[in-house]
């Protein structure tokens, strides 16, 4: 099965923090994604990146960026977090086509 | 862009019932429809998908039907189990056999089974 990890179950942080999710797969799939999951709203594309150090924005990019500077591995970052920002965040990775797993999720809570 | 609704957004059934969420979509161009169960404190799992060149598919007790004229799939669970009980996520995508899969979810549902 594939496994997609996630640095952190549950985070703290303050407004105006620098904040990095981290984000790994072992199945050498092309594609990487980042969704914010809120209530009412489903799942929401932040960025994704087809491959190494390529990325393209989501559905709702703006307050965020991203890094995939390995093929495993595809950093959320939040240059300045905000409290409109506390959410779930969900990593997914996929071989092309078909087939997205998801990890257990980050649940970012800024204060 | 690619839109996709989903209802309901809370379903309660007595265990045994069937239970059946209904997705459409926008874009006429989508090709590929997964279904994720969301159990508490966990991610999105996948529980079965379709392509566009099909019509029905099953797998145990559940199955996924679309109609591509009215642009709308929809998740049928029978014998509902206690355990069947979590969000359930409808998703588009007009990837399927390209490079990218990139989703567009419906806004899911609740699914409660009473024992």
């Known amino acids: 099965d594939v496994k997609v990890t996630q640095s952190s179950r549950y985070l703290v942080k303050r407004t105006g923090e620098k904040v990095f999710l981290e984000c790994v797969q072992d199945?050498?799939?092309?594609?990487m994604f980042w969704y914010r999951q809120d209530p009412g709203l489903g799942l929401r594309l932040i960025y994704f990146?087809?491959?190494?150090?390529?990325?393209e924005k989501g559905d709702i990019p703006e307050g965020y960026s991203v890094s995939r500077e390995k093929k495993e591995r595809f950093s959320l970052i939040l240059e300045s977090a905000s409290t409109n920002q506390t959410s779930m965040y969900l990593c997914?990775?996929?071989?092309?086509?078909?087939?997205?797993?998801f990890g257990p999720g980050t649940r970012l809570t800024v204060t | 862009g690619e839109n996709v609704e989903q209802h309901p957004s809370t379903l309660s059934v007595q265990e045994g019932d069937s239970a059946v969420i209904k997705c459409t979509y926008s874009?006429?161009?989508?090709?590929?429809f997964p279904w994720y169960k969301q159990e508490l404190g966990k991610g999105p799992q996948l529980i079965i998908d379709?392509?566009?060149?099909?019509g029905e598919k099953k797998d145990q007790r559940i199955a996924v039907t679309l109609n591509k004229t009215a642009k709308h799939f929809s998740l049928h669970i029978t014998e509902t189990q206690p355990e069947d009980s979590a969000v359930y996520f409808c998703?588009?995508?007009?990837?399927?056999?390209?490079?990218?899969?990139?989703?567009?979810f419906g806004t899911g549902t609740l699914l409660a089974v009473q024992p």
């Open positions: 997914a990775s996929s071989p092309s086509g078909t087939g997205t797993s």
């Open positions: 199945m050498d799939h092309e594609n």
């Open positions: 990146s087809y491959d190494v150090k390529m990325k």
């Open positions: 874009d006429s161009a989508s090709n590929y």
């Open positions: 379709i392509r566009s060149n099909v």
């Open positions: 998703a588009a995508s007009s990837a399927y056999g390209g490079a990218t899969n990139k989703l567009i």
